[in-house]
């Protein structure tokens, strides 16, 4: 491709009065893992579906694998694959046929079709299960039909909607390998995600929405980078939250859990050595932590300071040593 794979200038799209994307600016270099994060809500699946041709944008443009999204769809179609999270296929249908059925609505000649069916489902591993109805697929194995499916035209560009949702830490971890190796293979991906562990492990570029405008874009250690201190992570009775909060203001900035639910996270610039002062004004304070944990900055601590809050599917991060 002589262009970026993703290109969007000045994207806007309305719904009636509600703008659930208010001018963005993003691109997707040839042969990287982009990262795609945002609350509920924010206006990541509705970019996802403009690039995907499902829905018109109400101004600005986007251009998918060097091709105008509104006024030249087919052919961002026939260069693309899609894999959404809400995705429907016919339960009744075996994974063989779907693949054919796929391999024709493609135009691939049926000598071809099948051999690419069967080189995708031995890279999936669903070879032996190929004949069975999708209706008796486990989670994991329907979306790794969900990513052959998707690859079965060969794409420039492979869209990839939270593609390890629900998914048991094995079964996402075999469609993670299944990402890499794509990516290694030249395939640019763009991947939406609600885990922030997926995106640190996969993405070599994120970008971060919230109401409906990109907030933060960068590579995860450069955007972890920006926070530098590390994080004091506190848990404490409901009954002490309020007192523990003003005490954490005292020693850092509150970045998470103020007035909810769930740990107390601060940036905490004294560090390590900052720690015995903390204790002691929690004693003074008569508040016995539950937990209280120094950790290094993780995506989720960025994504808690630019949005306010913490995406569902985020992990914890791993403890300073």
């Given at each position: 491709?002589?262009?970026?794979p993703?290109?969007?200038?000045?994207?806007v799209?309305?719904?009636?009065?509600?703008?659930?994307?208010?001018?963005?600016?993003?691109?997707?270099?040839?042969?990287?893992?982009?990262?795609?994060?945002?609350?509920?809500?924010?206006?990541?699946?509705?970019?996802?579906?403009?690039?995907v041709?499902?829905?018109?944008?109400t101004?600005?443009?986007?251009?998918?694998?060097?091709?105008?999204?509104?006024?030249?769809?087919?052919e961002?179609?026939?260069?693309?694959?899609?894999?959404?999270q809400?995705?429907?296929?016919?339960?009744?249908m075996?994974g063989?046929?779907l693949l054919?059925?796929?391999?024709?609505?493609?135009?691939?000649?049926?000598?071809?079709?099948?051999?690419?069916?069967?080189a995708?489902?031995?890279?999936v591993?669903?070879?032996?299960?190929?004949?069975?109805?999708?209706?008796?697929?486990?989670?994991?194995?329907?979306?790794?039909?969900?990513?052959?499916?998707?690859?079965?035209?060969?794409?420039?560009?492979?869209?990839?909607?939270?593609?390890?949702?629900?998914?048991?830490?094995?079964?996402?971890?075999?469609?993670?390998?299944?990402?890499?190796e794509?990516?290694?293979?030249?395939?640019?991906?763009f991947?939406?995600t609600?885990?922030?562990e997926?995106?640190d492990?996969?993405?070599?570029?994120?970008?971060?929405?919230?109401?409906?405008?990109i907030?933060?874009?960068?590579?995860?250690?450069?955007?972890?980078a920006?926070?530098?201190?590390?994080?004091?992570?506190v848990?404490?009775a409901?009954?002490?939250?309020?007192?523990?909060?003003?005490v954490?203001?005292?020693?850092?900035?509150?970045?998470?859990?103020?007035?909810?639910?769930?740990p107390?996270t601060?940036?905490?610039?004294?560090?390590?050595?900052?720690?015995?002062?903390?204790?002691r004004?929690?004693?003074?304070a008569?508040?016995?932590?539950?937990t209280?944990?120094?950790?290094?900055?993780?995506?989720?601590?960025?994504?808690?300071?630019?949005?306010g809050?913490?995406l569902?599917?985020?992990?914890?991060?791993?403890?300073?040593?």
């Amino acid at each position: 491709m002589a262009e970026q794979p993703v290109l969007v200038e000045g994207l806007v799209r309305r719904f009636g009065e509600i703008e659930a994307v208010a001018g963005v600016d993003l691109h997707v270099d040839p042969g990287e893992v982009f990262g795609f994060l945002g609350p509920n809500g924010a206006g990541k699946s509705t970019i996802v579906r403009v690039l995907v041709t499902l829905l018109r944008p109400t101004a600005g443009r986007a251009r998918v694998a060097g091709f105008d999204v509104a006024t030249e769809g087919a052919e961002v179609r026939r260069r693309i694959g899609v894999a959404l999270q809400d995705a429907a296929i016919d339960p009744l249908m075996t994974g063989r046929e779907l693949l054919d059925l796929q391999a024709t609505l493609h135009g691939l000649g049926r000598a071809r079709g099948r051999q690419r069916g069967d080189a995708l489902l031995e890279r999936v591993g669903l070879t032996a299960a190929s004949t069975r109805r999708v209706g008796t697929y486990s989670g994991g194995m329907r979306r790794r039909l969900d990513l052959a499916l998707a690859l079965v035209h060969e794409p420039e560009v492979l869209f990839l909607d939270e593609p390890t949702t629900g998914l048991d830490p094995s079964s996402r971890a075999n469609v993670w390998d299944e990402i890499r190796e794509l990516n290694r293979a030249g395939t640019t991906v763009f991947l939406t995600t609600q885990y922030l562990e997926e995106a640190d492990q996969l993405a070599g570029r994120i970008a971060i929405i919230d109401h409906g405008r990109i907030v933060r874009e960068g590579s995860p250690h450069a955007l972890k980078a920006e926070l530098s201190a590390p994080m004091l992570r506190v848990t404490v009775a409901d009954r002490y939250r309020g007192r523990a909060e003003s005490v954490l203001a005292r020693v850092g900035q509150v970045i998470n859990g103020a007035g909810g639910e769930g740990p107390l996270t601060a940036r905490f610039p004294a560090g390590a050595a900052g720690l015995a002062e903390v204790v002691r004004a929690f004693d003074a304070a008569r508040i016995t932590p539950e937990t209280l944990e120094l950790v290094a900055p993780s995506l989720d601590d960025v994504f808690a300071a630019v949005t306010g809050g913490r995406l569902e599917g985020a992990a914890g991060s791993a403890a300073v040593t």
